[in-house]
């Protein structure tokens, strides 16, 4: 199994970045998805999530700025992040999720790191 994050970088409040997760080594198009995030000293924290059927769901912290998609053509999960706060700052990995428990991760990847400010 494999996940890849890349589009992370610095970004000013308010502005945007789309990160990616590149998967492979298992059924991509059946698995649910998760991206999560985490700053120093913490646990992850859940951010986003999509099942297979194309149905998301989103922390109440991020409803309304973030947004998931997948293209299982290839094999990539999406995040838009729009109107960035600085407590968006983290390292933002992709993960497997399970069925039913979005929050509960199978694996998950290396990260990209996100930074806010200005």
């Known amino acids: 199994v494999q996940l890849v994050e890349s589009g992370g970088g610095l970004v000013q409040p308010g502005g945007s970045l789309r990160l990616s997760c590149g998967a492979s080594?298992?059924?991509?198009?059946?698995?649910?998805m998760s991206w999560a995030r985490q700053v120093p000293g913490k646990g992850l924290e859940w951010v986003s999530g999509?099942?297979?059927?194309?149905?998301?769901y989103y922390g109440d912290t991020v409803k309304g700025r973030f947004t998931i998609s997948r293209d299982n053509v290839k094999n990539t999960v999406y995040l838009q992040m729009n109107s960035l706060k600085p407590a968006d700052t983290a390292v933002y990995h992709c993960?497997?999720?399970?069925?039913?428990?979005?929050?509960?991760?199978?694996?998950w990847g290396q990260g990209t790191q996100v930074t806010v400010s200005s």
């Open positions: 080594g298992f059924s991509f198009s059946s698995a649910a």
């Open positions: 999509i099942y297979s059927d194309g149905r998301t």
């Open positions: 993960a497997i999720s399970r069925v039913g428990a979005l929050h509960e991760y199978i694996y």
